[in-house]
């Protein structure tokens, strides 16, 4: 039973005279024990709601339009506890973070439930035979960390014996059509080479229930001493890995009409290679993993650009990133000065002193190194900063809060979406983009 915390006002719930401090037990045949069982069971228009009222267990009706909300809401989203991680993975970017930081930065998540909620990516190591059933049966579409199919490479990479057997699964979901975007994070001497060339040949006999195959770069701080030694890459091993993943996609565009698998932004900047154009990414399946996230981004910039106008006050400004995006933002703010000489955005890359600067991306920027990198410069009437830096109750990962460094900077911190065309409008100051959020 799971006790339900508040009913929205007007819904079918309150209709049917549910209420705050009922204990569901199922909607029409299905027992409810999790967020997957209750979404699975509300989309009908008809449910049988049964419940516990004061011990007494009791049954209601609840019409509604197929697919409509219920109502009834629960004190967390998966209505249950998240299922944590149980492998050691030698890449794992939660164990390269430093000693002292909040809790929620050492928790490692491995829940189906997420990756069918939020896209989150999980091994498979702790699922069940049961739980695979019911993923097909639920028709659920699951991101998997997949890193090797060679059994016992997994078992060494990720640290946990049964990750070789849990392959199964992977099989399993492609048999029944599943649908899957899979992920390899890429290890020097690991999973690279003959072995990457094994794993996207098994992950392509599974297709068309592997819809797309992302291979990012594994990410290494400075904090890695006790922990499993892996090269980091150079110019010529991501180049290798570009090269042999755009040879695949070339075999894969003339068997399957399209190329499946994508190497990451961040690959290609470690080659030192120019990123693919638009429609190599063929709609973007993997945006969210940092595949065409840049290409993108600029594509809605520059659509902006072309149509926009602007006759206002002269605008001086600032964005603040990580050293991966900054040369592609410059590019873009001069050409938007260009366009419109009296709107001044300059660019400046911050180092990641707190990782190490083999980190690159804006989301793990700290408010310390911001501070310390943005403090005595001209910046302007704002600073802009991607939403990725404050994803947790807006405050950096060193816990600095945001308002913390507008007081020492002495100018607002502008957090925007990483959209185009919400920075065309911050910058031009059409909008706040904090609007967007």
Not at 240 to 266: F, K, P, T
Request: with cysteine.
């Amino acid at each position: 039973m799971i006790e339900i915390t508040d009913i929205t006002g007007g819904s079918p719930a309150e209709k049917a005279g549910l209420r705050a401090g009922d204990c569901l037990i199922a909607v029409n045949d299905t027992v409810i024990h999790d967020v997957l069982d209750y979404r699975f069971a509300v989309t009908d228009r008809l449910l049988h709601i049964r419940f516990l009222r004061d011990g007494s267990e009791q049954t209601v009706l609840i019409h509604k339009q197929e697919y409509d909300d219920p109502g009834m809401n629960f004190a967390s989203a998966l209505m249950d506890e998240k299922r944590t991680c149980g492998n050691h993975c030698i890449f794992c970017f939660i164990d390269q973070n430093p000693k002292g930081m909040r809790d929620t930065i050492y928790f490692k998540d491995d829940d189906a439930r997420l990756s069918f909620l939020q896209g989150s990516y999980i091994t498979l190591t702790n699922l069940t035979d049961e739980d695979v059933d019911r993923i097909i049966r639920m028709h659920m579409t699951v991101n998997v960390s997949v890193q090797t199919t060679d059994p016992l490479l997994r078992n060494k990479m990720l640290g946990n014996k049964n990750a070789g057997p849990s392959l199964r699964h992977l099989w399993r979901m492609a048999e029944a059509g599943v649908s899957m975007n899979c992920q390899i994070v890429l290890c020097p001497t690991w999973n690279d080479g003959d072995n990457l060339h094994r794993t996207l040949a098994d992950l392509f006999k599974m297709v068309p229930a592997v819809e797309s195959i992302a291979v990012v770069p594994f990410g290494m701080t400075k904090f890695r001493e006790h922990l499993c030694p892996i090269p980091a890459f150079t110019r010529e091993t991501a180049r290798a890995a570009v090269e042999q993943i755009e040879a695949v996609q070339r075999w894969s565009l003339s068997e399957h009409g399209r190329r499946i698998v994508y190497a990451s932004d961040e690959l290609y900047l470690l080659a030192e290679l120019p990123l693919p154009d638009d429609d190599a990414y063929e709609g973007y399946p993997q945006y969210e993993n940092g595949v065409g996230m840049l290409r993108y981004l600029m594509n809605e910039f520059y659509d902006a650009l072309e149509d926009a106008e602007y006759d206002g006050e002269p605008r001086f400004l600032t964005i603040a990133t990580g050293s991966a995006a900054a040369p592609f933002l410059d590019k873009m703010m001069r050409d938007l000065e260009e366009k419109f000489p009296s709107v001044h955005c300059q660019v400046i890359t911050v180092l990641n002193d707190f990782y190490g600067h083999s980190i690159t991306v804006a989301g793990l920027l700290t408010g310390q190194d911001l501070l310390a990198q943005l403090r005595g410069k001209d910046l302007g009437s704002a600073v802009l900063l991607t939403e990725t830096c404050l994803r947790h109750d807006d405050v950096f990962l060193d816990d600095m809060p945001r308002e913390e460094l507008e007081q020492a900077l002495g100018v607002p911190v502008i957090k925007t979406k990483v959209d185009g065309y919400v920075l065309l409008d911050t910058v031009l100051g059409y909008a706040d983009g904090s609007d967007y959020l």
